[in-house]
T-cell receptor
Framework: QQQVKQSPQSLIVQKGGISIINCAYE??????FPWYQQFPGKGPALLIA???DVSEKKEGRFTISFNKSAKQFSLHIMDSQPGDSATYFC??????????WGAGTKLIIKP | DSGVTQTPKHLITATGQRVTLRCSPR?????VYWYQQSLDQGLQFLIQ???????AKGNILERFSAQQFPDLHSELNLSSLELGDSALYFC??????????????FGPGTRLTVL
């Protein structure tokens, strides 16, 4: 119930394509869903986040789509660029205020 | 730059030894979190402190301990080190203890190598 399942584990996308990473959860008490981006050798950094009262949030080329009934949320990266190559983590805030992390997706954008 | 500092950046030690990792949170942040990240692995939450008090525990081994000092910096102590403890150790900080709604800001990490 406290898990966040993230897929795929790795993803290769051509430059200019759309990258899509999916996460699913079981606990309906989760109420905040951030995505973090981590470059090699660096700490993760918040990329974009959403609350369950909205179905979509867009910031530049990055969009979170949220499906409350399906208990799923996804990150879409439009016009993917080589500089987007990184590991992406989804997370969810539990009722005890802890972040439950997905396992991460290693994204490679091929030029 | 997240504003979170961690020292040392790299640490190489032998099995059975003890090391201390240090973290200074962003100015004004009261919460400190410790994470372990093994090679190509996800983030394993270890422990959280809020304003000097332990707030939450994750998958932290008994050989590991942490504390947060009055000036809010934190130390993670790893003892009786094993080869499998080799990993990147991240510290993160946030304003409050909620963790969510309050962004976690990560430091650059300490890379620990146990030989």
């Amino acid at each position: 119930q406290q898990q966040v399942k993230q897929s795929p584990q790795s993803l290769i996308v051509q430059k200019g394509g759309i990258s899509i990473i999916n996460c699913a959860y079981e606990n309906t008490a989760f109420d905040y869903f951030p995505w973090y981006q981590q470059f090699p050798g660096k700490g993760p950094a918040l990329l974009i986040a959403i609350r369950p009262d909205v179905s979509e949030k867009k910031e530049g080329r990055f969009t979170i789509s949220f499906n409350k009934s399906a208990k799923q949320f996804s990150l879409h990266i439009m016009d993917s660029q080589p500089g987007d190559s990184a590991t992406y983590f989804c997370a969810a805030k539990a009722s005890n205020y802890q972040l439950i992390w997905g396992a991460g997706t290693k994204l490679i954008i091929k030029p | 730059d997240s504003g979170v500092t961690q020292t040392p950046k790299h640490l190489i030690t032998a099995t059975g030894q003890r090391v201390t990792l240090r973290c200074s949170p962003r100015s004004g942040d009261l919460s400190v979190y410790w994470y372990q990240q093994s090679l190509d692995q996800g983030l394993q939450f270890l422990i959280q402190y809020y304003n000097g008090e332990e707030r939450a525990k994750g998958n932290i081994l008994e050989r590991f301990s942490a504390q947060q000092f009055p000036d809010l910096h934190s130390e993670l102590n790893l003892s009786s080190l094993e080869l499998g403890d080799s990993a990147l150790y991240f510290c993160a900080s946030s304003v409050g203890f909620s963790g969510g709604g309050n962004t976690q800001y990560f430091g650059p990490g300490t890379r620990l190598t146990v030989l």
